[in-house]
């Protein structure tokens, strides 16, 4: 299983917009399914989106048309296009690889990409 390196956090206010990035140890090209994950302060891990190789996109329904996944085959890279942040997108954020479900592959969280999302 390959690992992911995620970047593009950052502070943002209300409203705003952020772009995660996550570049893979290996290619992605095999992958089935790959997505986002988030923790909130104090909270456990939830599911935020995810990709298969056939590009059919799934999002949690906090979403709300506000989030797009995306996947380069090319660069090994999966992108979070996140748009109309509130408070309560404020997490870390993770790639994670998954099942044909939205569960991760494995238990092993990287570093993430921290998101704050206050004026």
């Known amino acids: 299983q390959v690992q992911f390196v995620e970047s593009g956090g950052d502070l943002v206010q209300p409203g705003g917009s952020l772009n995660l990035s996550c570049v893979a140890s290996?290619?992605?090209?095999?992958?089935?399914?790959i997505g986002w994950y988030r923790q909130a302060p104090g909270k456990q891990h939830e599911y935020v989106a995810s990709?298969?190789?056939?590009?059919?996109?799934e999002y949690a329904d906090f979403v709300e048309g506000r989030f797009t996944i995306s996947r380069d085959e090319n660069k090994n890279t999966l992108h979070l296009q996140m748009t109309s942040l509130t408070p309560e997108d404020t997490a870390i954020y993770y790639c994670?690889?998954?099942?044909?479900?939205?569960?991760?592959?494995?238990?092993?969280w990287g570093q993430g990409t921290t998101v704050t999302v206050s004026s």
């Open positions: 994670k690889e998954l099942n044909i479900g939205r569960e991760p592959l494995n238990s092993y």
């Open positions: 290996g290619s992605i090209f095999s992958i089935y399914k």
């Open positions: 990709i298969t190789m056939y590009n059919f996109q």
